[in-house]
């Protein structure tokens, strides 16, 4: 399994949205464009440089078609999924509690959303 070395949780959340944009072999002024965000402003993001709102990670999701949660957690390479939900969650020890308060926010909002698609 792949070791993690801590990074800022802006950080992560700009090096998955460079790995999604680049599975989808879009470059990153078209992205910024499709999201109405200016070439320059949108590279601050996706180096961690700058922070991100969360309506904004929540347009990025749609544009992937993906989860918010999936921006949050540095991605690992392992054959077993359950190791990478152990990773993920031993991670959420290395967050302060501010920022893991606005990741359970997140993870309720996802969560009540899918129970409200699902009735």
């Known amino acids: 399994m792949k070791k993690y070395t801590y990074k800022g949780l802006q950080q992560i959340v700009g090096l998955n949205i460079v790995e999604l944009r680049k599975k989808q072999n879009m470059l990153q002024k078209d992205l910024a464009r499709r999201l109405g965000m ?6 601050l993001i996706e180096s961690g ?17 993906v989860p918010v ?12 999924s359950n190791d990478i939900f152990i990773t993920k969650a031993k991670l959420l020890d290395t967050i302060n509690k501010q920022k893991l308060d ?7 909002i996802f969560i009540d959303s899918r ?3 699902h009735h």
């Not at 606005?102 to 993870?107: D, K, Q, T």
Request: overall charge neutral; charged content about 20%.
């Open 38 to 43: 200016k070439t320059r402003d949108f590279s």
């Open 49 to 65: 440089s700058s922070d991100i709102s969360i309506s904004m990670l929540e347009k990025i999701a749609i544009v992937f078609k």
């Open 69 to 80: 949660e999936v921006f949050l957690f540095p991605h690992t390479i392992s054959k077993n």
């Open 102 to 108: 606005v990741i359970f926010n997140l993870l309720d």
């Open 115 to 117: 129970i409200v698609q």
